[in-house]
């Protein structure tokens, strides 16, 4: 049910624009790369402004798993989750080239026999004796930004991890930063605020709703796994009240009893982690 206070379905901090912005600009950036035949800048204007409409339109739950559904099914990069949580606090801002890190060994990376930190990387592309190593990039940057419509100004998603700030996406626009010397980059920075790094974030609906499906054809096999993937259910909704909303109101059907046989083992899970379960009728 809808908090009294704000009529709102979920937690204050899923409503919060800076979470909506980071997530409509990563759409409208991975759009680019989706159809990249098309190049003219006012189409581009028309589906950037309606991209922009889709949180009005679909509303929060169906949008987080819009923008689930292009990372995760795109990509395989599992970004809601962070841009949701309320144990990290974002903010857009320029941040200094040199107080990047990597999210792994990408582009230059392994031959230069670097770390993954930008500063070392800029410091070392440009030597005398990786001239071939600089030009190289600097093709295959320009290959990539010809692929498709400009993207290369969006900001780039970083997260404090173990005190680095991680890229968890836009590590070519990094590199493309670092080859034209730029000194800062625009970025969505997220910081940690408490343990656990995800907590009351957005669990998406599909991958709920792929393990009830998963477990009714498991039954109908016979096998026995009512209690294994309970315990998983409830491991991911834990943490997460809108998890456990979506759980209920969406991924089961009250009228199908494998489905209300696995409902119930969640919610004995559940009452271990000293949580109770909302069933709904």
């Given at each position: 049910?809808?908090?009294?206070?704000?009529?709102?379905?979920?937690?204050?901090?899923?409503?919060?624009?800076?979470r909506?912005?980071?997530?409509?600009?990563?759409a409208?950036?991975e759009?680019?790369?989706?159809?990249?035949?098309?190049?003219?800048?006012?189409?581009w204007k028309?589906?950037?402004?309606q991209?922009?409409?889709?949180?009005?339109?679909?509303?929060e739950?169906?949008?987080?798993?819009?923008?689930?559904?292009?990372?995760?099914?795109?990509?395989?990069?599992?970004?809601?989750?962070?841009?949701?949580?309320?144990?990290?606090?974002?903010?857009?801002?320029?941040?200094?080239?040199?107080?990047?890190?990597?999210?792994?060994?990408?582009?230059?990376?392994?031959?230069?026999?670097?770390?993954?930190?930008?500063?070392?990387?800029?410091?070392?592309?440009?030597?005398?004796?990786?001239?071939?190593?600089?030009?190289?990039?600097?093709?295959?940057?320009?290959?990539?930004?010809?692929?498709?419509?400009?993207?290369?100004?969006?900001?780039?998603?970083?997260?404090?991890?173990?005190?680095?700030?991680?890229?968890?996406?836009?590590?070519?626009?990094?590199?493309?930063?670092?080859?034209?010397?730029?000194?800062?980059i625009?970025?969505?920075?997220?910081?940690?605020?408490?343990?656990?790094?995800?907590?009351?974030h957005?669990?998406?609906t599909?991958?709920?709703?792929?393990?009830?499906?998963?477990?009714k054809?498991?039954?109908?096999?016979?096998?026995?796994?009512?209690?294994?993937?309970?315990?998983?259910?409830?491991?991911?909704?834990?943490?997460?009240?809108?998890?456990?909303?979506?759980?209920?109101?969406?991924?089961?059907?009250?009228?199908?009893?494998?489905?209300?046989?696995?409902?119930?083992?969640?919610?004995?899970?559940?009452?271990?982690?000293?949580?109770?379960?909302?069933?709904?009728?």
């Amino acid at each position: 049910m809808p908090n009294k206070k704000t009529n709102k379905l979920f937690l204050p901090h899923l409503y919060e624009p800076i979470r909506r912005e980071i997530a409509t600009r990563y759409a409208q950036h991975e759009f680019r790369k989706l159809l990249p035949q098309l190049r003219q800048a006012l189409l581009w204007k028309s589906i950037d402004k309606q991209i922009e409409n889709w949180y009005e339109k679909l509303l929060e739950r169906n949008f987080w798993n819009a923008i689930n559904g292009i990372s995760m099914g795109f990509r395989l990069k599992s970004l809601v989750p962070l841009i949701t949580s309320l144990n990290i606090r974002w903010e857009k801002k320029e941040v200094p080239i040199k107080e990047l890190w990597f999210g792994g060994k990408f582009g230059p990376i392994g031959s230069l026999g670097t770390s993954e930190s930008a500063s070392e990387v800029k410091e070392k592309i440009f030597l005398p004796k990786n001239r071939k190593n600089l030009e190289q990039t600097r093709k295959k940057l320009k290959s990539f930004s010809l692929e498709t419509a400009p993207r290369d100004e969006f900001p780039i998603f970083v997260v404090r991890k173990e005190g680095k700030l991680r890229v968890i996406d836009g590590n070519r626009r990094l590199t493309q930063a670092i080859i034209n010397k730029r000194d800062t980059i625009k970025s969505f920075v997220g910081e940690p605020l408490a343990k656990p790094l995800l907590y009351e974030h957005w669990v998406p609906t599909s991958l709920l709703v792929e393990l009830v499906f998963w477990h009714k054809q498991q039954i109908q096999s016979g096998r026995k796994t009512t209690g294994m993937i309970a315990k998983n259910i409830a491991e991911l909704i834990r943490d997460s009240s809108a998890g456990r909303i979506e759980f209920v109101e969406r991924s089961i059907h009250k009228d199908d009893q494998t489905h209300l046989l696995l409902l119930n083992s969640v919610a004995k899970v559940l009452k271990d982690f000293g949580i109770k379960l909302k069933i709904t009728k």
